[in-house]
């Protein structure tokens, strides 16, 4: 199989302009996007970046989609402005019926592009700039175009801050890189972690891992978030060396033996005995008897190997000799940082995230003043500006983030 091309099962993100939409690629699946349904079957085989436009409920290949617009380039190009013009309803003849009727009659979206400009009052006394922005306005808007990238940390990180960011506590793509960054993270290192994120923090430290390291992953309640795994598609390899414990066992991680304690395999030796007069109805009690054992006893093994797993992470902090510490969770962190504080190795970097100040400024006053074996302490905001690079048009975007939470940074040392 071909990494770099589309194929069955693949988790893809379909892109136009800033919307990304997660996708499982069923070549029998139909989809539903901008009002537009169509099928899935046209896009296997081709290489991840390749752009689609849909055409009669299908996905077909667009060709030289990459060609460059010509546009005034120099400032002494531009001779007119837009300071006499009036943004008024009368200034486009083509009413909604009208465009509708289009479309009814299957008129392609570059047909009512086309329209649309020629019907346009003031589109002639615009700049060229404007009129380039009028029509990529309206093919956004009308022109069904997607292009199909592989989901990475900063797409799938983008797409949760769009759409459910709380679910991320607000984590921007920067902050996530400072994370890394800060915590050192790289292949071969141990990483503890305690986060609240959908597992997009672990998903992006097993992607800087590359198989060679191991997580060990605190988390409170029934089972760890890793809901953003899914659109990673790691191989085994890479998920073999990440563990899970829960938080509740902290406490104990010294008492815990170096051997694991024995566990109930759940197997069953009796076999009930039948005479040979057994009915059907018999018969089929006894297939749904044995296929009850059957679920109990997967059941069974996969406990056991959670349990395995779960010690050999406990003795793996035990030894005290874990490279870094990220925190990033709606908790308190302070109880978590000065838990796990002592199982990170010296000269070891530790980072703490937080949506707010508040709890982040606690957890430096207790680290400072406690003597809990951490210095260069640096409690800062993150912050960042994006900007539009065009020619003769580079200004900061109009609407942007204002915040994306506080880190907390420091290194451990020996008391």
Request: proline letters at 4%; hydrophobic letters at 35%.
């Amino acid at each position: 199989m071909d990494l770099n091309t589309i194929s069955e099962g693949n988790q893809v993100f379909f892109k136009k302009g800033d919307f990304l939409k997660a996708v499982q690629i069923r070549k029998n699946r139909t989809l539903y996007m901008d009002k537009k349904k169509f099928s899935l079957a046209g896009v296997l085989g081709h290489p991840y970046g390749t752009k689609f436009q849909v055409t009669e409920g299908r996905l077909v290949k667009m060709e030289n989609w990459l060609k460059v617009t010509e546009a005034a380039t120099t400032s002494d190009m531009i001779t007119t402005d837009n300071r006499d013009l009036l943004d008024k309803d009368s200034n486009q003849k083509m009413t909604r019926d009208d465009i509708m009727d289009l479309k009814e009659k299957g008129a392609s979206a570059d047909n009512i592009i086309e329209q649309l400009v020629e019907n346009s009052v003031t589109f002639k006394t615009k700049t060229e700039f404007s009129q380039e922005k009028y029509i990529k306005k309206k093919k956004k808007k009308h022109l069904a175009e997607y292009r199909i990238v592989r989901p990475t940390t900063r797409l799938i990180c983008q797409m949760y801050f769009d759409t459910k960011p709380k679910s991320i506590c607000c984590m921007r793509m920067d902050t996530l890189s400072q994370i890394l960054s800060y915590a050192n993270v790289m292949s071969g290192i141990n990483v503890m972690l305690v986060e609240t994120c959908q597992g997009l923090l672990l998903g992006a430290i097993i992607d800087r891992l590359a198989g060679s390291g191991q997580v060990v992953q605190f988390y409170s309640g029934q089972a760890p978030p890793r809901q953003a795994l899914e659109y990673y598609s790691f191989a085994k390899d890479y998920m073999s060396n990440v563990f899970a414990v829960p938080l509740s066992l902290v406490s104990i991680i010294d008492k815990v033996n170096d051997e694991p304690d024995e566990l109930p395999t759940g197997n069953r030796n009796e076999t009930p005995k039948f005479d040979q007069a057994t009915t059907n109805k018999d018969e089929a009690k006894l297939d749904l008897q044995e296929s009850s054992d059957s679920a109990v006893s997967k059941s069974s093994l996969r406990q056991t190997q959670r349990e395995k797993e779960k010690h050999q992470a406990i003795q793996l902090v035990k030894a005290k000799q874990m490279d870094t510490l990220i925190v990033a969770c709606k908790y308190d962190p302070t109880p978590i940082v000065t838990s796990l504080l002592r199982y990170v190795a010296p000269s070891r970097p530790i980072v703490i995230y937080c949506q707010y100040q508040q709890p982040l400024v606690e957890c430096y006053m207790q680290l400072r003043y406690q003597n809990l074996g951490v210095v260069n302490l640096k409690l800062s905001e993150t912050w960042t500006r994006n900007y539009q690079v065009l020619p003769d048009r580079t200004h900061p975007v109009v609407s942007m983030s204002a915040a994306s939470g506080f880190l907390l940074t420091g290194t451990t040392v020996i008391q």
